[in-house]
Structure formats: C-alpha cells, structure tokens
C-alpha cells in the first residue's frame, strides 16, 4: 500500500516482550506506514520500581535494560512504521497507556490480545486490556492473538 496522509496522525502500541506484543507491534508499525503517522510504543516497567528505597539509579538500570531489549527485539519492526518513539517507565501499565495517549494526542491506541489456553485459537484480554479500553481517550485497536505471527 501507498503511504499517505491518514487517518491517523499518532499511534500509540502498549507491548510486552512476548510473540502478542510483537504481533501488536508489526500491525501499528503497518497502520503509522500506511496513515503517515508517528508511532509510539510503550512498555511499563515493573511499578514496584516506584516504591521507597528503590534509588533512581536502579530505575535508570531497569529502563535502559528495557530500551536495549526493546531495540534487539523489536527495533526492525518498530523503524518500519516511520517516525517512533520508545517510551518506558515504572508505572501501572494501563494508567500510563491512557495518560501517555492523552499527553500525546494518540489517534488510536494498539493492544495485541493474548491466546486463551493451550492451542485453542480463541484470544483474550487481561485486566489491564479491559481497563485500557474503558479509561482510553481515543479509539482502541486490539489485535488477535496469532501464531503466525511476525
């Protein structure tokens, strides 16, 4: 397909380190391509890291760990979509997902589903899926879990 100018200007993927996440990942890298749109994903950080007597400085460790598994992992798929952003941090991953497309003016937020039980093809959302799809200021994307992909 053409890139153009879409429907969406800023796509935001909320991803996990898993086959789910990198499924989610592929297709908003594909929507940003086809919609000339900024992409950004995010992926929350243990929020225990918040808690008292957990210094900056193992915080910083924890979210520079994450951007360089980020990048191995994933930065092919993610350049494909255009201009990106990865944004990590400690926090409650639905809370955050909602304040950071609000913050950012996402047009549409990216959540992969997750398969329920072993080979049954049926997919599903945890918590944090369901919360995001009541508290998201913007339209919510949710991909079926496959095992076909990227």
Known sequence: MQQGVGMFTRILVALKYNDTGRHAL?????????????????????????????????????????????????????????A????????????????????????LIVLGCHQRGQGSGLSRMDYTGMTIMDKAPCPVLLVPYSDQAA
């Open 26 to 82: 592929s297709v908003a890298a594909e929507l940003a391509r086809i919609h000339g749109a900024e992409l950004i994903a995010f992926h929350a950080l243990d929020y225990r890291l918040l808690a008292e007597g957990v210094s900056a400085a193992e915080r910083d460790q924890a979210c520079d760990a994450a951007h360089r598994r980020f990048e191995q992992e994933f930065g092919p798929i993610f350049r494909e979509g255009g």
């Open 84 to 107: 990106s952003d990865f944004v990590c941090l400690p926090a409650d991953p639905a809370m955050a997902v909602c304040r950071l497309a609000r913050e950012r003016e996402a047009d």
